[in-house]
């Protein structure tokens, strides 16, 4: 059963330090979203990527975030340093384009920065 | 005003009763719209497609109002098993062959023995 997959699941971090989340598309799926939710904005879109070139990451706050696909298979996001406010569930989305578009989420990394 | 909103609830009703939601989005050149469900502490997944003839899966049933620019999702013989938060979702269609998609905040609804 093809999934997206992210890693990890849950990181507690302190302050100041660099996070990176993981997430594996499925597939052949060509394009690629970071997504952010909290409570209180919901599903923020932070950047997306089509056949690994960034295509929008202005819902990024550049000075701290970096997203990045080294490859077909693997998407990053980094935050350093990290702030209390970062504290949120990060999801990682894909979909073939132009076959579907129902776009696949994976479990989400849940961050604590303390 | 915001992309894409909706009433966050709480939607409390029994078992069995009609429920609606409704979503606006702002960009009217918006080129497609869809449902997800998302559970407590789980990721979003999609519940269906909305179409410009509205479309029907079972209890669900999906409506697109261009002109007035929302969609609208109504389940009919509420499960407890409904008890979820309902997102709706817009493509901008920002450009030829652009897809991504923004979410509204989401809709919670509790369906009560």
């Known amino acids: 059963d093809a999934r997206v997959t992210q890693t990890p699941r849950d990181k507690v971090t302190e302050m100041g330090q660099e996070v990176t989340m993981r997430c594996q598309p499925i597939l052949g799926h060509n394009t690629v979203f970071w997504y952010r939710q909290t409570m209180m904005q919901g599903l923020e879109l932070l950047a997306y990527f089509r056949n690994r070139a960034p295509l929008d990451d202005s819902g990024m706050p550049k000075d701290r975030f970096s997203a990045e696909m080294p490859d077909a298979t693997l998407a990053t996001l980094k935050i350093q340093p990290s702030e209390p406010r970062d504290s949120a569930v990060y999801f990682c989305?894909?979909?073939?384009?132009?076959?579907?578009?129902?776009?696949?989420f994976g479990q989400g990394t849940r961050l604590t920065v303390v | 005003r915001k992309e894409v909103e909706q009433d966050p609830g709480p939607f409390n009703v029994p078992e069995g009763a009609t429920v609606a939601f409704n979503c606006t989005y702002s960009n009217s050149a918006s080129q497609s719209f869809f449902w997800y469900r998302q559970d407590c502490r789980k990721e979003p997944k999609l519940l269906m497609s909305?179409?410009?003839s509205g479309n029907e899966d079972g209890r669900f049933t999906a409506q697109l109002n261009r002109a007035s620019q929302y969609i609208s999702l109504l389940i009919r013989d509420s499960k407890l098993s409904d008890s979820a938060t309902y997102l709706c979702a817009v493509n901008p269609g920002f450009g030829a062959g652009s897809y991504q998609l923004t979410f509204g905040k989401g809709t919670k609804l509790s369906v009560i023995p």
């Open positions: 909305v179409y410009s």
């Open positions: 989305a894909s979909v073939e384009q132009g076959a579907s578009t129902e776009a696949f």
